[in-house]
């Protein structure tokens, strides 16, 4: 296992169309991540599993967003009728339980023109 | 690679010397605390974390403080490196949520030959 995994590592969109990234966390890791990062900024929560079950949803991720972990395993994360503003890095990190150190992936560049 | 950080706050050091690049965190609930490496175009690395029952952690080559009266962390890196160049994030997780990490502003290092 070479760590978090990531696809597509860069996505151009035309605004209004629906873009869906991919992440395939350590094996066995229980926690999946996602977040966000713009120039110049930290990353930002968006979103996190344990296992298939979505715990928690930060006020960031619009109804336009929405993520998945249908067998606890990878996970997608789905942006509908794209906008300029979702233009940002996506980056996903998984961790073995809770409270310890997140492992990240090398993240999905979404550009919306 | 893209930058991230282009408007960080920048610390520039000799090759050789030691860095320290410090953090002020949040939430007085924190009880765990990362610090975390991301360089051009990839994502956040693990470099060291401490938990808020400890004042002081050592690495290789790194050494994280912790001083929870005045909420602040600091990385120190000894015989810096060009390998070091990057942007360095701060971030807390409060075990009793235990849900997301959350990541403060970045330091973007820069070594000088």
């Known amino acids: 296992d070479t760590g978090v995994s990531q696809n597509p590592r860069h996505k151009i969109t035309k605004r209004g169309q629906n873009v869906t990234f991919r992440c395939d966390p350590i094996?066995?890791?229980?926690?999946l991540y996602w977040y966000r990062q713009t120039l110049g900024q930290g990353p930002e929560f968006l979103t996190y599993?344990?296992?298939?079950?979505?715990?928690?949803k930060s006020r960031l991720l619009s109804d336009r967003f929405s993520a998945e972990r249908p067998k606890g395993s990878f996970s997608t994360l789905e942006i509908q009728r794209t906008e300029q503003g979702d233009s940002a890095m996506y980056l996903c990190?998984?961790?073995?339980?809770?409270?310890?150190?997140?492992?990240f992936g090398q993240g999905t560049r979404l550009t919306v023109v | 690679g893209e930058s991230v950080g282009l408007h960080l706050p920048t610390l520039s050091v000799q090759e050789g010397d030691n860095s320290i690049i410090n953090c002020a965190y949040s939430?007085?609930?924190?009880?765990?605390f990362i610090w975390y490496k991301q360089e051009s175009g990839k994502g956040p690395q693990f470099i060291i974390d401490?938990?808020?029952?400890?004042d002081k952690r050592q690495g290789q080559r790194v050494t994280v403080l912790l001083n929870k009266t005045v909420k602040h962390l600091s990385l120190q890196i000894a015989a810096t490196q060009p390998g070091d160049s990057a942007v360095y994030f701060c971030?807390?997780?409060?075990?009793?949520?235990?849900?997301?990490?959350?990541f403060g502003s970045g330091t973007r290092l820069s070594i000088r030959p």
């Open positions: 971030a807390e997780n409060m075990y009793s949520s235990a849900s997301k990490i959350i």
């Open positions: 094996s066995e890791h229980n926690r």
């Open positions: 599993f344990q296992n298939e079950a979505q715990l928690e």
């Open positions: 990190a998984s961790s073995p339980e809770q409270n310890t150190e997140a492992f």
């Open positions: 401490i938990r808020s029952n400890m």
């Open positions: 939430n007085s609930a924190s009880d765990y």
